[in-house]
């Protein structure tokens, strides 16, 4: 049934309340979990992103409705797309998509050479193992270089940020193999400090987007491809310095020029099943947003993007599922991230699962994606630097903030551990479920 199904996802529970300390990424068998109650929802307003101005034809009867997932669904567009098309959604996960991509995408990692999370090693991510078994491919997004540069590219910006040698290797045992690399910190020992970090990575067997020799190659994507589907991964920032931004004869990280981002999503549409836009942007600390955001993020949806990622504010930020569009993630907060602040301590990991339907649905759509979340406290002070998943009366008061202030809808569904299934956030949020977990009674 897919991520939200009960058969595939009890592999994430499993991992999930099963012991963190295992040193290579196993998924446990299925049929363990077979009586968990676990429910799809729909997010109201949802529609179709029908990008195409000429639906597929309907070759056969699409299957009834079931209470639908958090989806999104669109068909390949024409290049340039057209204006989209309002339709509502009709899709039967469990038979459209039976051989779905699972990606999981989360924030900033850094870890520095000198701190006590580099002398924690392999074990630095033995909390994330677990979540991190589930997904067919984890993308984080890299700070820093790995390279034995001394002079700083930018001495006027207050940080510039080295990773630990081996880094690379404390991410690939955990199962992270895929990096978006346009950030603040790429370029900070210039393209040398670049260029080494560069050639780690492909030492590594990982591969990366978001930093080139010029724009075009800095622009260029990742790739994720299972089950004959191809997923590409664009990574852009809009942080500065701007001394870092590639140009057309200049190295660099890429910055999301509106005319060049969109041929990129343009360029590769024919040959991607989904495209997907990671931004490093918005204000450090702040879950608000700044105004070129959704600006930013309306360029990538409107030229053919299907999904919007973001992070650099080190915690949570807003979510918006667009109906005509598709999904902005703004920020997923850190993943691993070695400095001591303390407004730091949520954060996100969102899980997807991608899939391509051989026959059309009623409205015409081949191509479907839906998410669930999963709350991580990345607050260094408490965690020792090992980031984990929350448990239910961690993350309820974050849930309570983010839903009140507007940032997360009560539909958006998340998985907390050591609970019997996913719920959407207005079903956690329940005054007797808060009383129960935080010790209350509900008169």
């Not at 699409?62 to 959604?89: E, G, H, I, L, Y």
Request: net charge positive; aromatic share 10%; glycine share 6%.
């Amino acid at each position: 049934m897919g991520l939200l199904g009960i058969q595939p996802f009890c592999l994430t529970i499993i991992c999930l309340t099963s012991a963190v300390a295992v040193a290579d990424v196993r998924r446990a068998e299925p049929s363990a979990l077979a009586n968990l109650n676990i429910r799809h929802h729909l997010i109201p307003g949802l529609k179709l992103n029908a990008k195409s101005s000429k639906a597929l034809p309907n070759k056969a009867t699409a299957p009834a409705p079931q209470s639908a997932a958090t989806a999104v669904q669109n068909q390949r567009p024409a290049v340039p797309p057209p204006p989209p098309v309002r339709r509502s959604s009709s899709v039967s996960w469990q038979a459209a998509c039976r051989e779905p991509v699972r990606v999981s995408f989360f924030g900033d990692y850094w870890v520095a050479p000198n701190s006590p999370a580099a002398d924690m090693k392999h074990s630095l991510l033995d909390n994330l193992r677990p979540l991190l078994g589930w997904a067919d491919f984890n993308v984080v997004n890299f700070e820093g270089s790995i390279t034995n540069a001394k002079k700083r590219a930018f001495p006027a910006f207050p940080f510039a940020l080295k990773q630990a040698s081996d880094s690379l290797k404390w991410l690939s045992s955990a199962g992270v193999n895929h990096l978006t690399r346009a950030n603040n910190h790429a370029m900070d020992f210039g393209w040398e400090g670049a260029e080494e970090t560069s050639a780690a990575i492909k030492a590594a067997s990982m591969k990366f987007s978001g930093i080139g020799s010029d724009l075009k190659s800095a622009l260029k994507p990742m790739w994720l491809e299972k089950n004959g589907m191809k997923i590409a991964v664009v990574s852009v920032t809009t942080t500065y310095p701007a001394e870092a931004w590639a140009a057309d004869k200049k190295p660099g990280v890429a910055f999301p020029r509106a005319d060049a981002l969109r041929k990129t999503i343009q360029g590769v549409r024919d040959e991607a099943d989904f495209v997907v836009v990671a931004f490093h942007w918005g204000e450090e600390l702040k879950p608000t947003l700044r105004d070129h955001q959704p600006q930013h993020a309306k360029v990538a949806l409107d030229a053919g993007a299907d999904l919007v990622v973001g992070h650099h504010a080190h915690v949570a930020q807003k979510i918006d599922v667009e109906p005509e569009n598709g999904m902005i993630v703004y920020g997923l907060g850190n993943f691993i991230f070695t400095s001591l602040s303390r407004d730091a301590k949520f954060g996100l990991g969102s899980h997807f699962e991608f899939c391509r339907a051989d026959v059309p649905d009623a409205e015409g759509a081949t191509h479907h994606f839906k998410m669930v979340l999963t709350p991580l406290l990345t607050y260094n002070r408490s965690t020792g630097y090992r980031s984990r998943m929350m448990n239910l009366g961690e993350f309820l008061p974050f849930a309570r903030e983010y839903v009140r202030k507007g940032y997360f809808s009560p539909e958006l569904e998340f998985f907390v551990p050591g609970e019997d299934r996913v719920k959407t956030l207005g079903e956690w949020l329940q005054p007797r479920e808060q009383a129960s977990k935080e010790g209350r009674e509900v008169r």
